[in-house]
């Protein structure tokens, strides 16, 4: 099947080379050629693992390709729709401007019988649009929602493994599902169930999703405001609760909570569209969510100025990751850069280390000192932050900074560093939500 990915972003150029590797002939277009370029040389304009060298054994087989020419998308059976839906910047809904402009740029290849898929992330009632603009144009092609679950660190396994297919289309649609169903054919062949569902169900699904899983991480950011409050732990409390099979430890880790390009765009523009439509406790709901998320950022930077005996003038901090989470290079809306610039704003020296995301923190945050290595970040510190928790930080141990530190102060965002062993290290431990 010959298939086209319009926007090749992280989600296109992952998807764009999952279809390749699982058979198909596919041509990633994307508007900005340069950014097009570079994946057909096979050089990915992101880190995940797994990819470049999934990226540069799919190109080596010729069916896949990458073009700034929209026209190369003629002739192929099914289009995807796969381009960044962000917040807008006056307010929080989706911006979809991204998206009219690739149907818009689509419309001229559509001949009649073509499927228009969309993965982006969109308000309900967005695919339905989508299709009334087709049809007005007089295209014949149709439209099929098909959202996309991909974790960052885990996009490979998540498109060629993923725990389940949604499909929406027009009721009767049957034509929609089939080439879907071929589409995927591998994947459906090794146990992924397929949920058939309307347009705006499928759009939903993606939204929903999100939200629980902020919700159940703002959950238990308010459990540890309750835990400081009260002298408890936690981390105890969350592995108690997570043992009861309806509610499952998963994003129960307390902490500074969650960042990035999806989870916190994706939860405004749903609470903005759920007050469009006049839901009004799903708005209320998802901006309560936001705000004790948000909190988590001014929290750390407490726990920071109180480990400093209140004063963070002329401090210097180490902060151990840039990145909103571990296997990515994404600082979008980074939990460990706002902190970091909240506490250069009050005074600090900062210093900022990652090792993947060195170069994006230094091109998002200029005004901040990002360095290559834990070392030369943590050198004659006040204070040392874990606030990424990548496996080599989970790792370290209290010897291995405790020679190049001024002061033996650790503070632990993530909660995965093991307070016993830290203290005994003669290190002053300090976690969210433990006492």
């Given at each position: 099947m010959l298939i086209s990915v319009i926007g090749c972003g992280y989600l296109g150029a992952v998807h764009a080379t999952c279809l390749a590797h699982l058979g198909h002939t596919v041509v990633g277009i994307d508007s900005d050629r340069e950014l097009a370029?570079?994946?057909?040389?096979?050089?990915?304009?992101?880190?995940?693992?797994?990819?470049?060298?999934?990226?540069?054994?799919t190109l080596a087989t010729g069916r896949l390709r990458f073009t700034g020419d929209p026209a190369a998308?003629?002739?192929?059976?099914?289009?995807?729709?796969?381009?960044?839906?962000?917040?807008?910047?006056?307010?929080?809904?989706?911006?979809?401007?991204?998206?009219?402009?690739?149907?818009?740029?689509?419309?001229?290849?559509?001949?009649?019988?073509?499927?228009?898929?969309?993965?982006?992330?969109?308000?309900?009632?967005t695919a339905a649009r989508v299709a009334e603009r087709l049809a007005a144009a007089g295209s014949a092609a149709t439209v099929a929602w098909n959202p996309e679950f991909l974790r960052e660190g885990h996009a490979v396994a998540d498109t060629l493994r993923p725990d389940r297919l949604v499909y929406g289309s027009a009721p009767g649609d049957e034509r929609a599902v089939a080439i879907l169903n071929e589409v995927y054919a591998p994947v459906i062949a090794a146990g992924t169930p397929v949920i058939n569902a309307d347009?705006?169900?499928?759009?939903?699904?993606?939204?929903?999703?999100?939200?629980?899983?902020?919700?159940?991480?703002?959950?238990?950011?308010?459990?540890?405001?309750?835990?400081?409050?009260?002298?408890?732990?936690?981390?105890?409390?969350?592995?108690?609760?997570?043992?009861?099979?309806?509610?499952?430890?998963?994003?129960?880790?307390?902490?500074?909570?969650?960042?990035g390009g999806c989870l916190p765009k994706d939860i405004r523009a749903f609470g903005a569209r759920a007050a469009e439509l006049g839901v009004h406790r799903v708005a209320d709901l998802l901006d309560r969510v936001d705000r004790i998320n948000l909190a988590r950022r001014d929290r750390l930077v407490e726990l920071t100025a109180d480990a400093c005996a209140g004063d963070l003038v002329g401090a210097r901090i180490a902060v151990l990751g840039a990145s909103f989470k571990p296997d990515s290079d994404d600082v979008r809306d980074s939990p460990a850069l706002a902190v970091a610039r909240e506490?250069?704003?009050?005074?600090?020296?900062v210093r900022v280390t990652d090792p993947q995301a060195a170069d994006n923190a230094r091109k998002r945050s200029a005004d901040l000192t990002v360095v290559d290595t834990v070392a030369e970040a943590a050198e004659d510190a006040d204070a040392?932050?874990?606030?990424?928790e990548w496996r080599e930080y989970r790792e370290l141990g209290p010897a291995d900074l405790a020679g190049l530190v001024r002061h033996r102060r650790v503070i632990d965002g993530r909660n995965v560093l093991d307070p016993v062993r830290w203290r005994a290290a003669g290190w002053s431990y300090r976690a969210p939500g433990r006492p």
């Open positions: 370029a570079r994946l057909d040389a096979g050089r990915p304009s992101f880190y995940e693992p797994e990819f470049e060298p999934l990226l540069a054994a998308a003629a002739g192929a059976a099914v289009h995807f729709v796969c381009v960044g839906t962000p917040q807008l910047p006056d307010r929080p809904g989706a911006d979809l401007s991204a998206l009219d402009s690739a149907v818009g740029a689509l419309l001229p290849y559509l001949n009649g019988g073509e499927l228009v898929v969309g993965k982006s992330t969109v308000p309900v009632g347009l705006a169900t499928a759009e939903l699904v993606k939204v929903a999703a999100n939200s629980f899983l902020a919700t159940k991480i703002s959950f238990i950011n308010a459990m540890a405001e309750m835990c400081e409050a009260a002298g408890a732990d936690v981390t105890v409390l969350a592995d108690a609760i997570g043992r009861d099979a309806r509610i499952g430890r998963q994003f129960l880790n307390a902490g500074l909570g969650f960042g506490l250069q704003s009050r005074g600090a020296h040392v932050l874990l606030l990424t």
